[in-house]
């Protein structure tokens, strides 16, 4: 039997102030110490060009935070999705990362890690309550759209490759998928 080592955030924060973990691309995810794969040209020009478009149809309602952590305590968790749409604070998050009641929605790009972003962060994510994930398939250049999260599993799915979708906590704002997807 293979045992692996849990770490809490605690830990997790004292090995980032320790410098144990410089240098390297991780995030904490269900208690483990998770390594990202280099962000090629496609994810980060997505994921840039992805956060300013969302900036412009928000306005002020919304901040858009790219590449930053977020803290789901329940889990030891603080992943480090590629866009999270976050209330904003007066102050700012600068005594913690946005948690779940903080988060209106998430968006990942995915191509090395399709896989992790659709189960296993899926899962963190529903089990946090975050109410709606959006994984960009860079690959496959769809959209996949996740909410609806009871008892830790996303209990809707859709996949767009076209069209406008309007998120959950903006139901008056229309995002048009080809934007994400090119």
Known sequence: MITTAK?????????IEAGILEG??????????????????PHANGS???????????????????GHPITIPS????????????QRRVGGYRDHHPYPENVYWLIEFANASLRKDLE???DAYAAAGIPEYWV???????????????AGKYQSQI???NGDINPL???DLSVSVQRLLN
């Open 120 to 122: 296993a962060k899926a």
């Open 136 to 150: 960009v398939n860079l690959k496959a250049r769809e959209l996949v759209v996740m909410r609806d999260p009871i």
């Open 75 to 86: 889990s030891n968790s603080e992943p480090e999705p590629d866009l999270a749409i976050v």
């Open 159 to 161: 996949t767009l490759t």
């Open 48 to 66: 840039t060009e992805t956060r300013d478009y969302l900036i412009a149809l928000l306005g002020d309602r919304a901040q858009v935070r790219e």
């Open 24 to 41: 390297r691309s991780v995030e904490l995810l269900n208690g483990e110490i998770i390594e990202m794969p280099p962000e090629r040209e």
């Open 169 to 171: 906590a903006f139901p």
């Open 7 to 15: 770490w809490t955030l605690e830990q997790y924060h004292q090995m």
